[in-house]
């Protein structure tokens, strides 16, 4: 695997020169016992709901330590992990801390770009930390990010609209296709909204027909067995029966204003989307919304594990400010004000504690199926696996292909971007 400066060196490089520069305001310095400097942090929250918290949150840190300057940065979450890179790369423009989604640390981590954390003010409290969500940080038996949030998938769905049509949660794809047509007949509404341009929410089906992306343990790719296949034409069924619509492009917003509109009764999401659900028309009152796990398939039932993780860029000219600012806004009391204000699932286990997520019905209901998620390849091509996926599964619920041809020419995306692999 391909790896830049090795991210220690350059970090004991970088330390060396911040302790020549002594109490510099760019580079910071705690030679005097506090903290101070500037940490740029990219935030790649949602825009409207999530990234006021969590602004708001980084202003705490800077009253703590008056003398550290946060610079906030909301990056588009679609752009982030390509404009890292390329900053990373050239060494000019990255920022001291990246808000990591959970597949992009590991590849970080073996280009280089990450300052390890072991040993550092960042990992306090290690055990604390949930082992599912911590799995996500480690590459090659290092720690290089601390992990923010953790989240799954789960169904979303209209209460008053299931009342009216005399349905409940569906617990398997069968029951889905059932309930949407109860729901058709009775409201005249679809079914499902199937967002149709992100991968992501094709894993829930992937799983629950036994299958997954990859075997990480045996280097062998799994995509274009007839596990995978039979995932395809399952959510080829869903739209070709009018159980769910679909799109090609813009997919979050569609999906998102169609839920909140009224004009599906239910959605596939997590906890990211509770906050931005609730401004809808159908959901001024907050109890109309409902959530339940995804309808298992043929095989099982499954949600992918996902979450967003807190990195240090090697070359950052303040790590104690960015090893303060990553412990701050991963502790216990950081990710209580998340749950309670975002419904946002906490990575650490005395968290649970708080009464901010004690009183989140969301949280109760995700901490559960969190626990039972489907954990994606740790490897550092991870993130890359997604785009190949995402054009044939894309094809696949627009009818410009086969679920058979989709899963062979996702296997062979594959193959190409994982050396040596079956």
Not at 146 to 162: C, H, L, R, T
Request: charged share 25%; glycine share 10%.
């Amino acid at each position: 695997m391909r790896r830049g400066i090795t991210a220690t060196a350059l970090v004991a490089a970088l330390a060396l020169a911040a302790t020549a520069c002594g109490s510099d305001d760019e580079t910071g310095s705690k030679s005097s016992g506090e903290l101070s400097g500037t940490v740029t942090w990219w935030d790649t929250s949602s825009v409207g709901s999530e990234d006021k918290v969590f602004k708001k949150l980084a202003e705490g840190f800077e009253k703590k330590h008056p003398k550290v300057d946060v610079k906030y940065v909301n990056v588009p979450f679609g752009e982030a992990q390509n404009k890292f890179k390329n900053a990373a790369q050239a060494g000019d423009g990255a920022p001291d801390v990246i808000r990591s989604e959970v597949a992009w640390t590991p590849d970080f981590a073996n280009l280089g770009y990450l300052a390890p954390l072991d040993g550092t003010a960042a990992l306090k409290n290690q055990d604390d930390f949930l082992k599912q969500a911590v799995a996500s940080t480690k590459y090659e038996d290092k720690t290089y990010a601390v992990p923010q949030v953790i989240d799954s998938m789960g169904v979303f769905y209209n209460k008053k609209m299931f009342k009216e049509a005399g349905v409940e949660a569906p617990a398997s794809l069968d029951d889905l296709k059932t309930v949407a047509k109860k729901i058709k007949d009775k409201t005249g509404k679809t079914g499902l909204y199937l967002r149709g341009d992100d991968p992501y929410y094709f894993l829930s089906f992937l799983y629950g027909e036994g299958g997954d992306m990859v075997d990480a343990g045996s280097k062998s790719v799994t995509i274009d067995k007839p596990e995978g296949v039979k995932a395809f034409k399952a959510v080829k069924e869903l739209v070709d029966d009018g159980t769910a619509k679909t799109d090609a492009s813009d997919g979050w917003e569609n999906m998102m204003q169609a839920f909140k509109n009224g004009d599906v009764a239910m959605m596939i999401n997590g906890p990211w989307a509770v906050a931005d659900t609730l401004t809808g028309s159908q959901f001024t009152d907050k109890d109309n919304l409902g959530v339940a796990p995804v309808p298992a398939g043929s095989a099982a039932q499954g949600a992918p594990q996902g979450g967003h993780n807190l990195a240090v860029y090697a070359g950052s000219k303040n790590l104690d400010a960015s090893y303060a600012f990553v412990e701050y806004m991963t502790s216990v009391d950081s990710q209580a004000t998340a749950a309670g204000e975002l419904n946002l699932l906490p990575t650490r286990t005395s968290a649970y504690a708080k009464k901010e997520a004690v009183d989140s019905e969301i949280v109760g209901f995700f901490k559960p199926v969190v626990e039972t998620a489907v954990e994606r390849p740790w490897i550092p091509e991870g993130g890359s696996l997604f785009e190949p996926l995402r054009i044939e599964y894309t094809k696949v619920l627009t009818g410009q292909t086969t679920p058979e041809k989709a899963a062979k020419a996702t296997g062979d995306s594959y193959r190409k971007l994982l050396k040596d692999w079956k």
